[in-house]
């Protein structure tokens, strides 16, 4: 069965950086886009990044673009989200996502000083 891991959340300040990653298993990861969602409190949640299955091609939000970069390493079947230059606003639960409708159970960041 698809399984998706998320780690690497956690607090940091204003400013900071942090690194996800989503382990994938139970199906050919290097045959799908993988995307990385958020939502943050209150707020509904929202696509962040996608990248396509050879990793050739990105999409970033608006909000996140120039600050966040996504990757992929299909030997090791991970996803990963480079989160730099961190904002209060980028405070949220970040999910790793794969067509059909499946989806990890998420990794909280906090900014905040």
């Known amino acids: 069965q698809v399984q998706l891991v998320e780690s690497g959340g956690g607090l940091v300040q204003p400013g900071g950086s942090l690194r996800l990653s989503c382990a994938a298993s139970?199906?050919?990861?290097?045959?799908?886009?993988m995307r990385w969602y958020r939502q943050g409190p209150g707020k509904e949640r929202e696509l962040v990044a996608t990248?396509?299955?050879?990793?050739?091609?990105?999409n970033y939000a608006d909000s996140v673009k120039g600050r966040f970069t996504i990757s992929r390493d299909n030997a090791k079947n991970t996803v990963y989200l480079q989160m730099n230059s961190l904002k209060p606003e980028d405070t949220a639960v970040y999910y790793c996502?794969?067509?059909?409708?499946?989806w990890g159970q998420g990794t909280q960041v906090i900014v905040s000083s």
């Open positions: 996502y794969r067509y059909l409708n499946y």
């Open positions: 139970g199906f050919t990861f290097s045959s799908y886009a």
């Open positions: 990248i396509t299955d050879t990793g050739g091609s990105t």
